[in-house]
């Protein structure tokens, strides 16, 4: 199976910036595409951007501009997400996600969570 572990979320001001990493483990060739999610204070999880193995990036509108995923080349499945000019509507719960390869299940992490306040 694979796990996903996401890291560098914290406490930052209003037009600052944050980045995060996600490594999966295990059994990482089934590990194609690799996505971030994010859970906002009683609000529905929201698809935030995605990286394909090719290295191409999708985003969501909200978020496109500001942010900037990328491959962790050190790493076997790895990837950062490089979030600037953040405001408060960026706080939130931010999710690494995998679907996998042959099984198509569906792999989250626990989670970093991001504040924006000053």
């Known amino acids: 199976q694979v796990q996903l572990e996401e890291s560098g979320g914290g406490l930052v001001q209003p037009g600052g910036s944050l980045r995060l990493s996600c490594a999966a483990s295990?059994?990482?060739?089934?590990?194609?595409?690799m996505d971030w999610y994010r859970q906002a204070p009683g609000k529905d999880r929201e698809w935030v951007a995605t990286?394909?193995?090719?290295?191409?990036?999708?985003y969501a509108d909200s978020v496109r501009g500001r942010f900037a995923v990328s491959d962790d080349n050190s790493k076997a499945a790895a990837m950062f997400l490089q979030m600037n000019s953040l405001v408060p509507e960026d706080t939130a719960v931010y999710y690494c996600?995998?679907?996998?390869?042959?099984?198509?299940?569906?792999?989250w992490g626990r989670g970093t969570q991001v504040i924006v306040s000053s």
């Open positions: 990286i394909t193995r090719r290295g191409a990036a999708t």
């Open positions: 996600h995998v679907k996998l390869f042959l099984t198509s299940d569906d792999v």
């Open positions: 295990g059994n990482t060739p089934l590990v194609k595409n």
